[in-house]
């Protein structure tokens, strides 16, 4: 859910300077290039919206590092088995994460804000179902069926007269119906307002009306994306009226003009997100009229939308979001290392001579590996108890300044540090202190090392502290080597 909402954010973030960049050059393109051609570049940037997920790429602009929630470390011990080690911080968290709560409210507006207009178009189609009345004048009739014809359209369009609404619309999205205002329209104005609304149609304009509706939905809390719907319906419109009087005179474009000023009169407050509209309101009003009476020739617009497509396609580049990963990682890992960060409790650095090497060492004696799990430790035992102090100097020695690559080294990290610890359990037992052998340490990640006076050093990055603790059914018959 965390990788979903900041991939969300990132591209309502993207995409709005995109809309807002378009928005503030649309006068100068608009000076080149068709309606048509900026209309549908839209299309991309709406579709971008609806689809957030974007090809990422590691030398972005702009890098955004976020916590991700990161699983238990893994490591392996003993016979080889993954082991996870709880997280401590994980455990004390919140059972609810911010990101989750954003989710919650995030979801819960688009589902409203869908809703809200989902309910308002179900109950203005009802209200014109049940109020409007079908056209039934034969010229009006046959005006729409040569319309259809000319425009290559053989869809059942519906025409209906409703007295609610005040400028000439179309719904529905499988059945077509135009709905006319209550009014008397020359035939002139009528014509330009039927073939208005057909266009709509051929053009599928209402699908488009939907897509901006769902993007706007998945970015309620977005400012801009309100903006951008409506530059679009404005722009819809004109595209609209540059079909309209494609190839037309001066006087055709200003009667048409006058037809869209005419319906002023007649506005209402009954209108849909999911509907044409002839007006398209006063705001719009001036662009319409000056873009109508425009007769200079103009590009296509097919470069806008090429650029589009590769700027809406190309936004990865411009934002990265690094999120810690959520999946626990096993790293392969020699038997030497495993031991060394299962049982991390020497330094590393210490210096040792032969003859303390050679003294550790007197206690892997032949044979040891087919002894009791007893037996072993009372040898050792007996060993260690010859000299201790010197026997314990050796060792710290040995045990921290051991090379990895030692042919002893599995031997005296693996199996001699575990029967001193298990002798050590016994020796607190005489004192009725009874605990099973356990051993301490810090899983680490190696992040550099360096030769400094001939000495290696490391540098290491501690991730988690942890305990393990064990038991031995039967030390007096389980040997050393089945162990």
């Known amino acids: 859910m965390q990788s979903f909402m900041i991939t969300l954010l990132t591209c309502s973030v993207t995409m709005s300077a995109l809309a807002l960049f378009y928005m503030a050059v649309m006068p100068l393109l608009a000076k080149r290039y068709s309606e048509k051609g900026r209309y549908y570049a839209w299309l991309i940037i709406v579709v971008g919206l609806i689809f957030p997920f974007r090809p990422q790429f590691d030398n972005a602009i702009v890098k955004v590092d976020v916590a991700g929630e990161t699983a238990a470390p893994i490591i392996q011990i003993g016979n080889g088995t993954p ?45 014109a179902g049940r109020w409007s009345e079908v056209v039934t004048n034969e010229q009006i009739l046959t005006l729409l069926q040569r319309l259809k014809t000319e425009m290559g359209i053989s869809k059942q369009i519906s025409l209906y007269v409703c007295p609610c609404i005040g400028s000439p619309m179309m719904i529905g999205f ?21 073939k208005h609304e057909l266009v709509h149609y051929k053009r599928k304009d209402l699908w488009y ?72 309101g006063k705001k719009g009003m001036k662009k319409r009229i000056v873009s109508i009476m425009d007769m200079g020739k ?14 809406t396609m190309g936004t990865g580049l411009a934002f990265a979001v690094n999120a810690a990963a959520n999946t626990p990682q096993l790293n392969e890992i020699s038997p030497t290392e495993e031991l060394f960060i299962a049982r991390s409790v020497y ?21 040891y590996e087919e002894m009791t799990v007893a037996d072993f430790n009372s040898k050792i035992l007996e060993i260690s108890n010859d000299n201790e102090d010197t026997y314990l100097n050796a060792m710290e ?31 607190w037992q005489s004192f009725d202190v009874y605990r099973d052998p356990t051993f301490y340490g810090e899983a680490s990640k190696k992040v550099g090392e ?9 540098e290491w990055e501690i991730s988690v502290n942890y305990s393990i603790s064990y038991k031995i059914p039967d030390e007096n018959n389980l040997t050393i080597t089945s162990i």
């Open 209 to 280: 009306k939907c897509l901006v509706l769902i993007a706007t939905a998945i970015h309620w809390f977005n400012p801009i994306v309100y903006l951008m719907a409506k530059a679009i319906d404005i722009l819809c419109e004109m595209s609209c009226d540059a079909e309209i009087v494609r190839s037309t005179d001066a006087d055709t474009r200003q009667h048409y003009s006058e037809t869209i000023i005419g319906v002023v009169k007649y506005q209402s407050k009954m209108k849909t997100a999911l509907s044409t509209n002839f007006y398209g």
């Open 450 to 458: 360096a030769l400094i006076d001939g000495k290696l050093f490391y």
């Open 298 to 311: 103009k590009k296509t617009g097919l470069v806008i939308v090429g650029c589009a497509l590769i700027v």
């Open 397 to 427: 020695h040995v045990m921290g300044g051991l090379d990895e690559n030692d042919e002893n080294a599995v031997f005296l990290l693996n199996t001699l540090t575990v029967s001193g610890e298990e002798n050590a359990c016994k020796h």
């Open 174 to 194: 499988v059945n077509p119906r135009i709905l006319l205002p209550k009014s008397d329209l020359a035939k002139d104005e009528l014509l330009f307002i039927l």
């Open 83 to 127: 082991v996870a080690i709880p997280d401590v911080n994980a455990a004390l968290s919140p059972a609810i994460s911010w990101w989750q709560v954003a989710a919650v409210v995030w979801l819960v507006g688009a589902v409203a804000f869908l809703a809200y207009h989902v309910v308002k178009h179900y109950r203005f189609v009802k209200m």
């Open 347 to 367: 330094a590393g650095n210490e210096q040792f001579t032969q003859e303390e090497y050679d003294l550790v060492m007197s206690q892997k004696f032949d044979g």
